[in-house]
């Protein structure tokens, strides 16, 4: 297949170094244009990274008719108003997770999408590395047993007050930030949702942004907990107990696309370690999405699994402000 033309909304060295450096020898995407809020900017970018095109504005960018689909890393407050003129272009979207600042903005946004008849997906790569493929086999096939909790945490050290992820007008804080994983892991694992979430949420004086903020939700036969953080030492684990042993994925987001993923599984009688093959998660994921605009089907992860991530995300937020437990939905 010709490869899907992508243009890249921002700057970002993090997503930049992630998505487009390895992209580079994909058959399926071409990374075509990339977009700053000044030329100079995209120029160096571009430059840098090997883009062909360097435009001075997001809006060029969007109304380049070469371009097939969109890459939003930008800022969660900018998702909604860039998600609505990349479907007006006609171009599919990619966009950084969290899709939106709350529920009611993805609703939007995949209505939206849908009208426009645009492919939406929000870009949770984990979904995709072979380690998560993996783990949702081994459970869905009974290998730990029945599914009792799953328990995340996941934390960095990030006090730059200039840095999006500290601010609270630009969807900022632990909970935006990594909690959309500790909450999408359950979710995927067990396949359905929550009923009800607690949380508490421990704010930065300064910035306003949560910065430690933990969480319980209730799947009815199972329960789900995470502690997230902005000031701690970085760290990452997700630990799957089942009836009949537990699992524990090492590295379950950003793990290094050239080692190899370790899940370990403890049973009564030992322990088992399986070992997944060194992959990129974002040129899967990319790659996927690729696949499914030049068939003309759905996204490979439906844009109703961002609107119910984030309807929990909401839940929580308001658990934490009630001090109490929450519906979700």
């Given at each position: 297949m010709n490869p899907v033309k992508f243009g890249i909304l921002g700057v970002s060295g993090h997503f930049i170094r992630r998505v487009v450096l390895p992209l580079r020898d994909s058959a399926?995407?071409?990374?075509?244009?990339?977009?700053?809020?000044?030329?100079?900017?995209?120029?160096?970018?571009?430059?840098?990274?090997?883009?062909?095109?360097?435009?001075?504005?997001?809006?060029?960018?969007?109304?380049?008719?070469k371009i097939e689909a969109v890459y939003i890393p930008l800022p969660n407050n900018l998702h909604l108003e860039w998600i609505k003129k990349c479907?007006?272009?006609?171009?599919?979207?990619?966009?950084?997770?969290?899709?939106a600042m709350n529920a009611e903005e993805a609703v939007l946004a995949a209505d939206y999408a849908a009208k426009k008849q645009v492919l939406l997906m929000e870009a949770f790569m984990y979904k995709f590395h072979p380690?998560?493929?993996h783990v949702k086999?081994?459970?869905?096939?009974?290998?730990i047993g029945q599914v009792h909790s799953v328990h995340t945490h996941f934390s960095y050290n990030n006090t730059d007050p200039a840095n999006i992820r500290n601010k609270t007008e630009t969807g900022g804080g632990a909970l935006m930030d990594i909690g959309c994983y500790a909450v999408s892991?359950?979710?995927?694992?067990?396949?359905?949702?929550?009923?009800?979430v607690t949380a508490l949420l421990s704010r930065d004086e300064a910035f306003g942004t949560d910065v430690l903020s933990s969480a319980?939700?209730?799947?009815?036969?199972?329960?789900a907990t995470f502690?997230?953080?902005?000031?701690?030492?970085?760290?990452?684990?997700?630990?799957?107990?089942?009836?009949?042993?537990?699992?524990?994925?090492?590295?379950?987001?950003?793990?290094?696309?050239?080692?190899s993923a370790e899940v370990t599984i403890t049973y009564g009688v030992g322990m088992r370690t399986y070992l997944t093959p060194p992959a990129n998660q974002y040129v899967i994921q990319f790659e996927a999405f690729a696949d499914a605009v030049r068939a003309g089907v759905p996204a490979p992860v439906s844009v109703q699994d961002a609107v119910a991530n984030m309807k929990v995300i909401d839940a929580l937020v308001k658990a934490a402000a009630e001090n109490n437990w929450v519906k979700v939905g």
């Open positions: 399926k995407v071409s990374i075509a244009a990339i977009a700053s809020r000044t030329r100079e900017k995209a120029a160096d970018a571009a430059g840098r990274f090997g883009i062909p095109v360097a435009y001075g504005s997001y809006q060029e960018l969007v109304d380049d008719k479907a007006d272009a006609g171009k599919h979207i990619l966009c950084e997770k969290p899709i380690q998560w493929v086999e081994l459970v869905d096939t009974g290998e892991f359950p979710r995927f694992i067990l396949g359905r949702e929550p009923s009800r319980i939700l209730d799947f009815g036969s199972a329960r502690t997230v953080a902005t000031r701690s030492f970085p760290y990452q684990r997700c630990v799957i107990n089942g009836s009949q042993g537990w699992m524990e994925i090492k590295i379950p987001c950003n793990i290094y696309s050239d080692v």
